[in-house]
């Protein structure tokens, strides 16, 4: 396995300690004893505690997002395929990381200006050839709509898990099976709602 260097120790510690703490709680000295660096070796490469902050939300949101457009830009794979490949996708990655889009929601809304570049940078708004394959295939949908269910669907069962557990209505035992049947019927849901549009045009 390849030994991480000084600045991928920093940085995999302060994903760490920012996602326990957030960003007021975290001191650089924690980061610090977490990676075993010397605190003037974390000023040195990053500067400040919010540039190295900035550098893990970046990381974050490219992490949650990032997911999105290779999916979502390519004219070969059919919509249907791509609602199945984004869903899929997602739950992998969430039941490793199931802190992820709490983290970096909570961040945005602290900090509106933080993500502009790397959003700008995502493509996200610009997915103009899904506007032309949607309409090609005779759905009647934004842009905005489509993403907005597939992320919507798929993220929520983790922003919410804590709320569904505490109810009752579900335990900490069933609920990775409960997500994992879901998703495998979120692309059904999907579809249907696509085919409904198809409905509103004519």
Known sequence: MTELTTEQKIIEAAQKIFTQK?????????????SGINLALINYYFGSKQKLFKIIVENKFMELFGILEPILSNDEIKIEEKVTL???NYTNMLMKNEDLPIFVLNNIKRDKDLLKDVIKQ???????????????????????NFVMNIISMSLFPFI????FISSGLIDEE???????DRTSQIPNWIMLI???TKNEAS
């Not at 996200?124 to 050839?129: A, D, E, Q, S, V």
């Not at 919410?160 to 709320?163: A, E, I, Q, V």
């Open 22 to 34: 957030g960003f007021a709680a975290t001191r650089t000295r924690d980061i610090a004893e977490e």
């Open 86 to 88: 984004v869903t899929n």
């Open 122 to 144: 995502s493509k996200l708004p610009t997915l103009f050839g899904l506007e032309r394959q949607l309409k090609a295939e005779g759905y009647n949908i934004s842009i905005l």
């Open 160 to 163: 919410s898990k804590d709320l």
């Open 174 to 180: 069933n609920y990775r099976a409960f997500v994992t």
């Open 194 to 196: 696509l085919e409904s």
